[in-house]
């Protein structure tokens, strides 16, 4: 499903990536941002993080059996079940960490962990909007994506595998010849360990 528009210098979706606006409600969106501002937050990386189901080893760059953390959250279940319910996931992800964003941070290019996690990553924006860029050094493309609060992100397929996802570290974005300022953001990634 592709619902959004393109950054106005790139034409083409990696196959395998679907975007949906406003996949939850304000009052949700609330819950959410309550449960997790309630939890520890763990402060060994630039950005905040939380690690549900399992821990991932980010030196290691490995989740494994033994780091079992317990059941997701009542939320973050419902969640899972509904991305599940939905066809977004084969089976239930049993694995979600939370990361927060202040303006200013991101997150390098990377590709999803392929032995830990299954093929299907998904992840829900909340707070504030940010644009995420995508890369395929195959294909030599990028395009960009500017991420709504309450959006969800699907990589599956090439989109998983072949392209990387990068937030770049600033303030502002530029998205389409505006500019819009960061706020706050978190986000929820879900995936199902492969075992």
Known sequence: M????????????????TYLENYISEDEAGRLVQEIDAALWRTDLKRRVQHYGYRYDYKARQAWREDYLGPLPELFQSLAERLTAEGHFQTVPDQVIVNEYQPGQG??????????????IASLSLLSACVM???????????????????????????????????PPRKTDVFEGQKYAR?????????????
Do not use: N
């Not at 592709?2 to 395998?16: E, I, K, T, Y």
């Open 2 to 17: 592709r619902s959004a528009h393109l950054s106005f210098r790139q034409d083409v979706w990696p196959d395998g990536l």
């Open 133 to 167: 860029r995508f890369a395929s050094r195959i294909y030599s493309q990028q395009m960009e994506l500017h991420l709504q609060p309450s959006s969800l992100l699907v990589l599956q397929s090439d989109a998983r595998h072949l392209w990387t996802h990068a937030i």
């Open 183 to 195: 706020a706050r953001r978190i986000s929820l990634t879900f995936r199902t360990m492969k075992f």
């Open 107 to 120: 997150i390098s290019a990377h590709i999803d962990c392929q032995p830990c996690f299954g093929e299907t």
